[in-house]
């Protein structure tokens, strides 16, 4: 009687912690196209985010830069400019993104982004501000 009552309890068991497992993994893809990050030297967080879920390989495709100062408040009129690569396979990007448009509060579009191979991608971002240089390295994997 025990055994047969436990039996389909651990079934039950296993495909729930397989159900779980599952959301938790297409959790973390959606994650994964939107990151958040510190300048260097100090002062500014990025918010990055693809305006494709998950980031997609080898399609061009636009990303959202979000500048705010430590003080919280969205900084407008700042000069981006980003470059990139593979360090991995020592090449860089194959096209030459750049930063599009201003929609307000803080918001950069940066559009021609284009990662050709799977693997590890850094993206180097570098901030003006007043002449003051602030820069922000990025890295992940696709
Ligand atoms: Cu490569």
């Known amino acids: 009687m025990m055994r047969t009552t436990w039996l389909p309890n651990k079934i039950i068991i296993t495909t729930l912690f397989i159900l779980t497992s599952t959301l938790l993994l297409s959790k973390k893809t959606i994650a994964a ?14 918010h990055l985010k693809s305006q494709q879920t998950p980031v997609p390989l080898n399609q061009m495709h636009q990303w959202e830069i979000e500048v705010i100062s430590s003080q919280g408040t969205p900084v407008e009129n700042a000069d981006i400019t980003v470059t990139g690569g593979m360090p991995e396979h020592d090449h860089g990007l194959a096209t030459a993104p750049r930063v599009s448009g201003q929609p ?15 693997g590890e991608w850094k993206l180097d971002f570098v901030i003006m501000i007043d002449n003051k240089r602030y820069q922000v390295e990025h890295s992940f994997s696709l």
Do not use: I
């Not at 579009?109 to 284009?114: S, T, V």
């Open 104 to 118: 307000g509060e803080g918001k950069y579009l940066l559009e021609g982004l284009r990662f050709h191979m799977p």
């Open 33 to 46: 196209s939107e990151w958040e990050t510190q300048s260097q030297p100090p002062g500014l967080t990025l």
